[in-house]
């Protein structure tokens, strides 16, 4: 056997498993040398004065190897590279010396060493380690090195030294080596050198040994005697790599009884492989960054199919028929080196410095760097060509159920090959090798060999040596049950090898194989799609999305069924009908065959443009609040002509930006998936019940579940102890103390210990928390400890802007006493300000979370344009080109845009009519009725909601974050037409509902665009649903107004007090009297809040050139429009409504989602739909039972929030009778 590896180092992944374990003699060349009680001893070399090697011998404590060990650092220029060596347990001074490479790049060589091949292996638990019997040890010496530096124990002085290339990694390998090889080991020098790794070693080892052998050829320098090296299932072509995913996955193979993916998913490769290879042979042609990292668009989309399920709990891309354990390298024993490495004992063994502070298995840093160059689009082929003509063998072995780097792909490369043994390569057939297991001889793989004449001035021959094993995956040397063959195998020999090729030992027997010629023939080739070729679905059983939100929520298939049906049309119309009746009714109210999926998504579409607004249109408030609380008489054409005109102006233009905002993959829209979920759960009940993490229920029956014991639980904090929904409980013990209640008060103080145990505070005002990525979440609740807990204490006391005398958090307007703003006091009998009286009374004063509230609002507006052009310009260019009929090379669309393509789209024109249409009625409504807004207002209205709405749509569709346009529209119309409060209003709501509206529009497209619901049938339920809405709403408000008894007055019956209504007006008055120039412009209390337009400008620039200039910072997580809009619906929201939803939403989408994914992916979104499904259904319970009969619980539960000082609205400072804070006079 060793004869064998001394002649032919391929041999060693085979032999070095076999074999007895001998007694070691130990290394001479260190035996001489004086170590002070294990101290580090230190090596130099005259060639290399500034590296150096510090290394200490070592005791099987650490490592239970048999044999004489020791580890070190190689040092210089601030670079420190780790590495443990063994001696061979046989003969170390005759024996070969191998080194060792793990890939990653970053991941440590550790893992080689302690999992598969070193003499020791991590024992369950990650506390000690116990023998291998089939260490490589047994028949060669052996070196791990962590490497690049950076790697594992390796470290750097400055993280700006971690290498970014093989190359690079290579130059400072070479040294290494020449130091261990003459100065350290010199009687190494002429032993047989061997190469091996796995994985991203398949770039690291060819470029090593290009290194090694163009070093050997400068006079005077030590030869490094390099024999061979072993690559398994190596990373070596990008290209070939990705090629191979369709027979890996889309066909069988020993140990895979049925193909990975179903024929869906095998189409979307086949279809996008054309593509794939032709950007990377430019990649590969002209190596430039840009060319290169292209590849990413159109090749991702088959890496995803697969990768974007790899996780915890999900599919093993190194196993293709194991669960992944981990997220690190998906064996769990990763952790459990990671573990016991990082034990205090272990460092003091190894002599770790301080300077290392941790040892991780990956280094994101290491990965980061390679990332930032074309290395990982790269091949290394020229790299191996050059090693075979320089005479050094290579062996290309492959576990075949590896997927990250398959066998289809490295054959593919190893037959393209140019070097002088192709032909006869090429045309070999792949033959099966055999073990004998038990007496029997059993097909363990296959294998091709090829022995070629070297180039003119090089001895020797050339050796290229391809093997697959069956049934084993990426690190074969894992699986027990595979290296427990070992002993039975017969051994692997030149004689055999060169002969009949009747038994071949592979030390381990593991998973996959690749396909022989004959079965290649019988497996189906990828096909090449057109655009135009129509799909053929196949399973249901598999989907592809971008994101695992969407996975969670929406099959990848389109499955033929009925959707433009009578009963969906006559659902949906009734639908329509009775919730936007049941909307318009309780707004004036004080608030305490078998029918399938697609039939039911149209009948959600229509209903859905009702919930828009959470209570119908701000049009109805509006003419309410005309009619009722400003006397203003409104005729039944203006209420008709109004709400359509707002509800429906912005239809339209949503249309015209489905393009950019719904086909995109990158534009999940996390609001709509609960209804995807909710829509399949309910109508895909026979589909398998899959087990996630420990649960078995099913999905709708969680879903009944959380509806029928959430309602219950509802009437605990909606009706039996109100208390609960903010639960300030140090208020309730302290009622009377001011300032105790500031700070810790949930109805206006800062709620520094938020608490609710209601559902409808969480969600009030930012939605549900479980349907926003984590980033998200995580920008949005760092911006409201900022504002809400940093900012505005230090503002409000500090009496910045007469804080102190109102209360911490208010949404009401105040005097100079610290009373609300009595706006009926300077308003004159035709709604005009009366500026003799506005300067007898007093200045508008607001809370200091409200005017920090209005700055964040102007900041917001402005960094979401800034940030949009920025960072999603590329995006915004691929949806114009789209509009247009052009695609582009970067154009990424998912499994559900492809689908869909079978549909015909909707003609741009029709949205553009649609909106003409509308646009014509708006006109004839401005000049038919005397509303005081000009054409020119209308046209500005709508160049502004155009102007936000892409940017608002972008945010809303990546993270569920709404960025309101209130402020700014008020804003405008302020400046243009001060005083004028009918001109304000009217602006103010065709802006501010036509961009609402907008969004609505576009998520309900979404949700259409999931539900596979034909283009042109969505546009018809739209319009549909915008005619019976707009109907229904306008004839429920003028019967209500006819006939609830004192409707909109303290003395309505049934408590209709029109809440919303009565609020507007008060908002229309002060905005449209007071307006903003006396708010904002030179000489007022608040001017410096315009500073925050450009704060909001800036910002995003600074941001973007940090994360441009340090790309590995990870500030492109931070979203400074999500931030500057944490605030927004403060106040009335407190920091109860913003913590609690920050806790929520990190807990599930954060802790869940990353230990416990199965079970995120089968329940969160159906959990979400069904808990505001409980809310509503106990809110209706409540009302109409014990609220509507006038039934009342008066006790200490339901009183106490309503007592405190927090619930008062009491300030820190009064002012006497008479008196007054604030300026003497103003403008």
Request: contains cysteine; glycine residues 8%.
């Amino acid at each position: 056997m060793r004869r064998w590896l001394a002649e032919w180092s391929l041999a060693g992944l085979f032999a070095l498993a076999k074999g007895a374990v001998a007694d070691s003699e130990g290394s001479q060349a260190l035996l001489s040398c004086n170590y002070d009680d294990g101290s580090f001893s230190t090596f130099r070399s005259p060639a290399f004065p500034s590296h150096s090697i510090r290394i200490k011998e070592q005791n099987d404590e650490v490592c239970d190897a048999g044999s004489k060990q020791y580890t070190g650092w190689l040092e210089f220029h601030g670079k420190h590279i780790f590495f443990w060596y063994f001696d061979s347990l046989n003969d170390p001074l005759t024996d070969p010396l191998t080194l060792w490479l793990t890939g990653g790049p970053g991941v440590s060589s550790l893992v080689g060493l302690m999992l598969e091949l070193g003499p020791c292996r991590i024992k369950t638990g990650g506390n000690h380690t116990e023998r291998n019997p089939y260490s490589w040890t047994r028949n060669s010496s052996m070196i791990f090195v962590d490497q690049p530096v950076g790697t594992g124990l390796s470290y750097v002085d400055s993280h700006w030294d971690i290498p970014t290339t093989s190359e690079i990694a290579a130059e400072d390998m070479y040294i290494f080596l020449q130091i261990f090889m003459t100065e350290v080991f010199p009687e190494r020098r002429q032993t047989p050198f061997h190469i091996a790794g796995e994985s991203y070693a398949g770039h690291y080892i060819p470029t090593l040994s290009r290194e090694i052998l163009r070093q050997n050829q400068v006079p005077e320098r030590p030869e490094i005697p390099l024999q061979s090296m072993l690559i398994g299932n190596g990373y070596v072509s990008p290209l070939d790599t990705l090629y191979g995913y369709y027979e890996t996955l889309c066909t069988t193979k020993p140990g895979v009884d049925e193909p990975v993916f179903n024929h869906t998913r095998c189409q979307i490769i086949s279809e996008n492989l054309p593509r794939c290879i032709s950007i990377y042979e430019v990649c590969y042609r002209y190596p430039d960054e840009v060319l290169c990292k292209a590849t990413d668009a159109v090749c991702g989309v088959i890496k995803e199919l697969y990768h974007n399920e790899s996780h915890a709990g999900g599919r093993d891309p190194f196993d293709i028929t194991r669960t992944c354990e981990v997220d690190h390298l998906c064996f769990s024993q990763t952790l459990e080196i990671q573990k016991y490495i990082n034990k205090p004992s272990i460092w003091a063994a190894l002599g770790v410095p301080e300077a290392v502070r941790n040892f991780s298995i990956e280094s994101t840093e290491v990965a980061s760097a390679f990332e930032a160059t074309t290395d990982l689009y790269s091949n290394v082929m020229n790299d191996i060509k050059y090693t075979l003509e320089h005479g050094v063998g290579v062996l290309i072995y492959n576990g075949n159920l590896d997927l990250a780097c398959n066998t289809a792909g490295n054959l593919r490369w190893a037959e393209a090959l140019r070097w002088n043994g192709q032909a006869p390569f090429t045309s070999e057939d792949l033959k099966p090798w055999y073990s004998n297991v038990g007496g029997s001889k059993v097909k363990a793989g296959s294998f091709k060999e090829v022995f070629a004449s070297a180039p003119n001035g090089v001895s020797g021959k050339q050796r290229f040596a391809f093997v697959t094993v069956d049934k084993s995956g990426h690190m074969f040397l894992i699986q027990t049950d595979i290296v427990s063959t070992v002993s039975d195998c017969t051994s692997y020999s030149a004689s055999t090898m060169e002969s009949k090729k009747e038994s071949v030992d592979i030390s381990v027997c593991q998973s996959s194989r690749e396909l022989t010629n004959d079965e290649r023939a019988e497996a189906p080739e990828p096909q090449i799609y057109t655009q135009e070729t129509q799909l053929e679905i196949g399973g249901d059983t598999d989907d592809d999305v971008v994101s695992p939100e969407v996975r969670a929520s929406v099959p990848a298939d389109d499955e033929d069924i009925p959707v433009n049906t009578f009963r969906a049309w006559f659902l949906g119309i009734v639908g329509t009908v009775v919730l936007t009746a049941l909307n318009q009714f309780f707004q004036l109210h004080s608030p305490p065959r078998r029918f399938n999926q697609k039939e039911h998504c149209i009948v959600a579409i229509m209903a859905s443009l009702v919930t828009a607004f959470d209570n119908g249109s701000l049009a109805t408030d509006v003419y309410v609040a005309f009619e009722k609380f400003l006397h203003i008489p409104i005729s039944l054409g203006y209420r008709f002509m109004f709400l359509l005109a707002t509800q429906a102006l912005s239809f339209g233009i949503a249309g015209l930006l489905h393009k950019f905002l719904v086909e995109p993959a990158a534009c999940v829209w996390p609001g709509v998936l609960p209804t995807c979920s909710m829509l399949y759960t309910m109508h895909q009940r026979n589909k398998q019940n899959e087990e996630a993490n420990g649960w078995k229920m099913s999905r709708m029956k969680l879903f009944t579940v959380v509806i029928l014991c959430g309602a219950v639980y509802q009437f605990l904090p909606g009706f039996l102890f109100t208390g609960l929904t903010t639960f300030a409980w140090i208020t309730w013990i302290v009622p009377n103390n001011v300032t105790a209640n500031q700070v810790f008060g949930a109805v206006s103080g800062m709620d520094l210990l938020p608490m609710t145990l209601d559902w409808n505070q969480i969600t009030g005002y930012l939605g549900s928390p479980l349907l926003v990525p984590t980033w998200a979440l995580t920008n949005v609740f760092c911006g409201s400890i900022f504002f809400l807990w940093i900012a505005s204490p230090a503002l409000h006391w500090s009496n910045v802007w007469q804080g102190m005398y109102m209360p911490f958090s208010s949404s009401k307007t105040f005097d100079n006493t610290g009373k609300p703003y009595n706006t009926s006091r300077v308003m004159n009998s035709d709604y005009s300000l009366n500026q003799t009286a506005y300067h007898e009374y007093s200045p508008v004063f607001l809370a200091t979370t409200s005017v920090l509230s209005y700055g964040l609002g102007f900041a917001a507006v402005a960094s979401i344009i800034v940030h949009t052009a920025l960072y999603h310009r590329r995006e915004i260019w691929y949806g114009l080109l789209a509009s247009i009929g052009k695609s582009s090379v970067e154009e990424r669309p998912d499994i559900h845009a492809r689908l869909m393509k079978k549909y015909k789209q909707v003609p741009l024109w029709w949205y553009g009519c649609t909106f003409l249409a509308i646009f014509s009625i708006s006109v004839a409504f401005l000049y038919v009725y005397d509303t005081g807004l000009p054409w020119y207002g209308l046209i500005l209205a709508i160049a502004l909601h155009v102007i936000l709405l892409l940017p608002t749509g972008i945010m809303m569709a990546y993270c569920n974050i709404k960025l309101s346009t209130a402020v700014i529209s008020a804003l405008v119309a302020g400046y243009i037409w001060p005083g004028k409060m009918m001109n304000n209003v009217v602006f103010k709501i065709f802006t501010l509902v036509s961009s609402a509206q907008g969004l609505g529009y576009i998520s309900v497209m979404k949700l259409a665009h999931y539900m596979k619901i034909p283009p042109r049938v969505t546009f018809a339920a739209q319009c549909t649903g915008i005619i019976v809405s707009w109907l229904t709403q306008t004839a429920v408000n003028v019967w209500a107004m006819g006939n609830v008894e004192g409707i909109c007055t303290p003395g309505a019956s049934n408590n209709f007090l029109c809440p919303l209504a009565a609020g507007y007006a008060a908002n229309a008055t002060f905005w449209g009297l007071i307006g903003p120039k006396r708010l904002f412009s030179e000489g007022s209390m608040y001017r410096s809040m315009l500073w925050f337009f450009l704060i909001g400008a800036v910002s995003p620039i600074v941001l973007y050139l940090l994360d441009r200039r340090f790309p590995r910072a990870m500030l492109r997580k931070v979203h400074l429009p999500a931030i500057f809009a944490s605030t927004a619906s403060i106040p009335p929201a407190t920091a109860a409504n913003y913590m609690a939803w920050g806790i929520v939403g990190l807990y599930f989408n954060g802790h869940l989602k990353r230990r416990y994914r199965q079970w995120w992916m089968k329940y969160n979104y159906i959990l979400s739909a069904g808990l505001d499904a409980a809310l509503a259904v106990g809110n209706f319970l409540i009302f109409f039972c014990l609220a509507y009969p006038g039934v009342e619980l008066k006790w200490f539960g339901n009183e106490i929030t309503a007592r405190t000082a927090d619930g008062m609205g009491v300030p820190l400072r009064t002012v006497e009778g008479g008196q007054a804070f604030g300026p003497r006079t103003w403008t």
